[in-house]
């Protein structure tokens, strides 16, 4: 079963760090670990980051954290992450074998619970363009559409409307707000929220 190790900081500096991250990888090249490793930056805050590291097992992750190459990339943190300067830092591998596919359950709740993931139903116009209308709206306040399913069948008895479900990422509950209020300035009807 994989395991995964998941780091959340916050830094000015990400180009120090992904040179540093960089020369970790060369350094280790022919005898890493990690089967992949995904980093991404906060939307809401540009300074927090979230390194996401797969291993295949738990024994590889552990066997990872013990390389000189990795104490001596958690020392250059140590110096280079602002709220870390002057505390010692240890990469911490636990929770045992961690399945995947919780995790990113478990991920997605979160950001539901934060209000960075929201869904809701709008009715729109069947007509060319109508979908094309309910995107710009939303990329116009400034949220990203994660998933869009466009519903003919169930849309109810108007032949001229259809539903479409939306999946969007925001940047909290007020931008949930921000963007209902746009949607409903557009004049598009949202049928269902969650």
Not at 119 to 148: C, H, K, M, Q, Y
Not at 149 to 177: I, Q
Request: charged share 25%; proline share 2%.
């Amino acid at each position: 079963m994989r395991f995964a190790q998941i780091i959340e900081f916050k830094t000015s500096r990400i180009d120090d760090f992904n040179s540093n991250l960089d020369a970790w990888i060369s350094s280790t090249e022919g005898s890493r670990v990690p089967h992949r490793a995904v980093l991404r930056r906060d939307r809401a805050a540009d300074d927090l980051y979230l390194l996401m590291v797969e291993f295949s097992s738990y024994d590889q992750g552990l066997e990872n954290s013990n390389r000189p190459a990795t104490a001596e990339f958690a020392a250059f943190l140590a110096g280079k992450l602002d709220h870390l300067k002057g505390k010692n830092v240890v990469l911490v591998l636990a929770g045992g074998n961690i399945d995947l596919t919780i995790l990113g359950r478990v991920l997605e709740v979160g950001l539901v619970a934060d209000g960075r993931l929201t869904r809701f139903t709008a009715s729109i116009s069947d007509r060319p363009g109508g979908l094309a209308r309910l995107a710009e709206v939303i990329a116009s306040t400034g949220a990203s559409i994660n998933e869009i399913m466009h519903d003919r069948a169930f849309g109810g008895p108007d032949l001229s409307a259809v539903r479409v479900v939306c999946v969007v990422e925001t940047t909290g509950h007020d931008h949930v707000l921000q963007l209902h209020r746009a949607l409903a300035e557009a004049h598009v009807r949202i049928v269902t929220s969650a």
